[in-house]
């Protein structure tokens, strides 16, 4: 379809307003961006990328455009082109991270891929790179610190930091320095060791209780600490208190454990000389600050103090002979742990569990955490007879330990996912805090900016506008919002918008300062970029032919152009500041608001087509790009649209897709075998007439080579029709008789009429199928054969040869064989194909056979493989029937390929039946020469009688004229007599001799 010069133009000024509002809003970006297409060359890349090239010493970029990527960035890595691929295959954004050496410089990047489809196809990808180089480098550091403080706590005097696998053996994979002297063990002597095992210290008492306060603690993912006893080096027993917590992967699979383990022998002592002289301070206990209970092996209250009394609400005469699960212990606790059974397993094994922290329930409903201390008590005989516990009141450690908590975590988070620069000071401008946007900004970690001023991070110019900005607020003690600009060596500007806020101490004075800053660069350079081009871009955008509005949520337009108000007939007066909405169908309307709804900052542009109902009552078809533009809190302010209308295009299509829809009906509806062929051979389509012919399907032929479907021997031939059709040279017939092979692998013979489709290197070829007609041919020839072998062949058995040959001949997926009746048996006579000679002489002697005799009817008979039948696949066995009588059995053999149509079976049927008949006119002409040959006899038989009479006779009359009298006249009268009979034999020779005349000239005897 040729595309008038107008429409080429317009569609051409389109393209070109469109790229430049397209680099507008590239250049606005903060990242660096460019764009390639399919052949991987650069199209387009912006402002910011163009400085993050030559910041990083990639050559000039003006020679890129139109390169591909790799050559203008050789040291990219080969996987980059593969990404490149997968987008444009998949059609999905991919974000990737790459480390790359520019120059002997590590340069580490975010990258995401995005790809650009029109009708359906990737045709550009549009690359956005963020630079996280110092991000990196921070990280690295971050890592360092960590180190150092391992090695620092590694060397904590007093008490050992370890990290240890899970398993019950306690393998150390790392223990401090503080090991040797709580355990007589050096570092390397039990880490990774085989022999000494940390789990093996542990007393063998407490092991088992260690080992379930651990899976308890790990399955809800929160630390662990109990007290437990060790055999050091040298035997000696130790009381150690562990501090401890799971190490999960971001599977949440357990790793590791890590914690600290501290000597609390003297403690323990101590405890253990209080519990003895219980007795003598017993008043003590009764007013201590704790809750003091002693416990029965069964779980029972024999000793209430007064704290107890007061702290849950229950009677010391409540408490006494119950247990504490059915007063103040609830049995599991607000985290679903059961504390039923753990209480039993503390009244039954107290030293396995010195210490332990419960949720606690009081009289009034309130919840206290108590923190248990728990010691066996023995009677003389060293049998348990009790359990003496003193439990700590811990809740508001708890509550402050999980708001404290909660609270680094959350403020943590959200400081690091903040991108803005976020910092906390103390009030001499020393920093305290800062997230990761900070340490990024000044490229250096936490731990090397914490104490330090801004003279010590910023460069001098910043540092003064950060100093000035903090007196302004330690002086005004309150907030202040200032712009700040900071300066690169190639003098580029970038521009931050911060707030700082006073933070008050008790005594009403500034103590610390938190300031946030946000980089601003790109929204001052494109509202810079936007004041440049407004007024530059307000008299092409008047002067445009498109169609440009612009309006609100609300749909209160703000903007149009005047080929938009000439469109609708409309003043811009009339149409500014209303909701003005063209006439629109109620499904289209639809659609478009479905549209204008799905616009986000993240995808920001759509593209629909739709009617629109002018006010002559006409439609016509408008196309418009829709962008909706956001604030910085994502909001839709705007939208933006530019349309023209598509009528004639629509038109066009229209047309196009009814001569399509005419082209496949007329192709489909032939009524002949139809295919196209590529200018390779290649099968580009078929029609269904060709698939119910040839049994292929549609699926089966698109894309393969056309010269598979013929004769082997017939390739040749057709390969150089198809390309002389091509070429200069010698222009092919235009039908031309060959073979296909069908899908079953039978050969069909056809006619091929083949053209050339105009403007192209196609072929069309309209394929006649010849089979039924050439096989119709085939079997008249042989019919006539067969019947000039009846006129003239004499003898049976030669007859019935020469038939078999010349059946043979009809199909080369028939055999067949013919077999003459004698008495009550099958004699076979002949086979078209000798190698079945063995199958004929079995079948004549079976039952079929026998059936279709005795019936006279005509049997059709197919195989499976299991039948032994094998190469055939079918039987058809025809009698050879006159009058009723079966003279022998015509069997033809088919092959799996063979066709056997009804009127070719009505056809061999007639065929038998005439042999039949021949069968037995060669009979008769066998009696009938015999009766020739007898009256042959009798005929001398009579001409030798008639001279035998006929003769003496004659002697007789003479003698008895010349002798005379009455007995001569006698002799006359006998002689009359004789001669009478002698006269009716003539007759009778003559009509002997007639009939013989008659059989040799009307039916060839006796010649």
């Known amino acids: 379809m040729r595309i008038p010069p107008s429409d080429r133009k317009q569609a051409t000024e389109e393209i070109r307003a469109a790229n430049k509002r397209y680099i507008e809003i590239l250049d606005s970006m903060p990242d660096a961006i460019h764009v390639i297409d399919r052949d991987m060359r650069i199209v387009l890349f912006n402002r910011v990328f163009q400085r993050w090239c030559r910041d990083l010493g990639i050559p000039h970029l003006a020679g890129a455009i139109g390169r591909r990527f790799d050559e203008v960035f050789p040291f990219l890595p080969s996987s980059v082109g ?497 909701r003005f909405k063209p006439c629109i169908p109620t499904e289209d309307r639809v659609r478009l608001d479905a549209l204008l709804s799905s616009l986000t900052p993240a995808s920001s542009t759509g593209t629909i087509e739709h009617r629109i109902i002018m006010p002559d009552k006409t439609v016509r078809w408008q196309q418009w790009i829709d962008r909706g533009f956001f604030d910085e809190q994502g909001t839709l302010r705007e939208i933006q649209s530019v349309g023209r209308d598509i009528t004639a295009t629509k038109d066009a299509e229209e047309a196009h897709r009814r001569s399509e829809d005419l082209y496949r009906t007329v192709f489909e509806t032939t009524g002949s075998a139809t295919m196209i062929l590529n200018d390779d051979g290649t099968i580009w389509r078929a029609n269904s007439e060709f698939s119910s012919l040839f049994g292929f399907f549609s699926e089966d032929l698109e894309g393969k080579s056309a010269l598979d479907l013929f004769e082997e021997e017939e390739r040749g031939r057709l390969r150089l029709y198809h390309r002389d059709r091509r070429g200069s040279g010698p222009f092919p017939p235009r039908s031309y008789e060959t073979w296909i092979i069908d899908r079953q692998g039978m050969r069909r013979d056809v006619m091929l009429t083949v053209d050339m489709i105009p403007e192209t290197q196609q072929s069309v070829v309209s394929i006649l199928d010849l089979t039924a007609q050439k096989q119709a041919e085939r079997l008249i020839n042989v019919a006539n054969a067969i019947n000039k072998l009846i006129v003239h062949e004499r003898n049976v058995t030669d007859l019935l040869i020469s038939a078999c040959e010349e059946f043979g001949r009809l199909n080369r997926y028939f055999v067949v064989s013919i077999s003459l009746r004698d008495g009550e048996i099958l004699r076979p006579v002949a086979i078209s194909d000798e190698r079945f000679t063995g199958t004929h002489f079995s079948d004549v002697e079976g039952k079929l056979f026998s059936e279709v005799v005795k019936s006279g009817n005509a049997m059709f008979e197919t195989y499976s493989e299991e039948d032994g039948m094998d190469p055939f696949n079918a039987l058809l066995i025809v009698p050879m029937t006159v009058e009723s009588d079966v003279k022998g059995i015509l069997a033809i053999y088919l092959y799996p390929m063979a066709h056997m149509r009804d009127q070719e079976i009505e056809s061999m049927k007639t065929l038998a039946d005439d042999l039949a008949y021949a069968i037995k006119s060669i009979g008769i002409e066998t009696e009938k020469r015999l009766v020739l040959e007898q009256i042959e006899k009798n005929i001398e038989q009579m001409a030798v009688l008639n001279d035998h009479i006929r003769n003496p006779l004659q002697a007789i009359v003479g003698l008895a004229d010349l002798q005379g009298g009455e007995m001569a006249e006698k002799i006359f009268g006998q002689a009359q007599e004789i001669d009478r009979i002698i006269h009716r034999l003539d007759i009778g020779w003559v009509e002997s001799t007639k009939i013989r005349e008659f059989l040799v000239k009307h039916y060839g005897m006796g010649k």
């Open 82 to 578: 593969e990404e490149y691929r997968q987008v444009f295959s998949t059609g999905r954004p991919l974000e990737t991270e790459e480390t790359t050496q520019v120059q002997e410089r590590r340069v580490v990047t975010h990258t995401t891929k995005i790809p650009v489809s029109e009708n359906g196809t990737v045709e550009r990808i549009v690359t956005v790179i963020r630079d996280i180089t110092s991000l990196k480098d921070a990280e690295d550091a971050i890592r360092e610190n960590e180190r150092k403080l391992e090695n620092l706590m590694s060397n904590l005097p007093g008490m050992m930091v370890y990290r240890c696998t899970p398993d019950p053996e306690r393998t150390m994979e790392f223990v401090s320095e503080g090991c040797r002297e709580l355990t007589g063990y050096a570092p390397g002597e039990l880490v990774d060791s085989g022999h000494n095992r940390y789990g093996d210290l542990i007393h063998p008492e407490d092991r088992i209780s260690i080992g379930n306060s651990i899976r308890e603690a790990l399955g809800t993912h929160e630390s662990f600490s109990f007290e437990y006893r060790i055999r050091t080096r040298d035997g000696r027993e130790r009381w150690v208190w562990e501090l401890g917590r799971g190490i999960f992967a971001d599977t949440g699979e357990i790793e590791a454990l890590e914690g600290l383990i501290s000597d609390i022998s003297d403690r323990k002592a101590a405890a253990e000389a209080l519990w003895e002289s219980e007795e003598k301070y017993r008043e003590l206990v009764e007013h201590a600050n704790s809750v003091i209970l002693k416990l029965d092996t069964g779980g029972k209250i024999t000793f209430y103090n007064e704290y107890a009394e007061a702290l849950f609400g229950y009677s010391k005469n409540e408490a006494v002979g119950a247990s504490p699960v059915d007063l103040f212990l609830p049995a599991t606790d607000s985290d679903g742990r059961d504390l039923r059974s753990l209480f039993t397993e503390v009244c039954r094994n107290p030293d396995a569990y010195p210490m332990n922290e419960t949720e606690t329930k009081t009289r009034d409903g309130r919840t206290v955490w108590i923190r248990w201390i728990n010691r066996a008590i023995y009677d003389t005989a060293g049998v348990l007879s009790g359990v003496l516990t003193v439990g700590v009141d811990i809740t508001e450690r708890k509550i402050a330990e999980k708001a404290l908590s909660d609270m680094n975590a959350r403020l943590y988070t959200l400081l690091n996912a903040l991108p803005d620069v976020v910092y906390f000071k103390d009030a001499a401008g020393r920093h305290l805090l800062v997230n990761r946007a900070f340490e990024n900004l000044v490229s250096m970690p936490l731990s090397k900016i914490t104490g330090k001023t801004n003279r010590d991070l910023l460069p001098a110019s910043l540092a003064a506008q950060c100093d000035w900005s903090d007196a302004k607020v330690l002086g005004g003690r309150r907030s202040v919002t200032t712009r700040e600009e900071l300066s690169d060596p190639a003098g580029h500007m970038t521009y931050f918008e911060t707030i700082k806020v006073p933070i008050f101490n008790n005594a009403g004075d500034v103590e610390n300062i938190v300031g946030v800053s946000r980089n601003i660069t790109g929204r001052i350079e494109a509202e810079a970029s936007i004041r440049e081009s407004e007024e530059r871009y307000r008299a092409v955008v008047e002067d445009q032919t498109e169609l440009i509005s612009r309006f609100r949520p609300d749909g209160t337009q703000v903007f149009v152009n005047d080929a938009y108000c000439r469109y609708v007939g409309k003043t811009r007066d009339e149409i500014i500041g209303t």
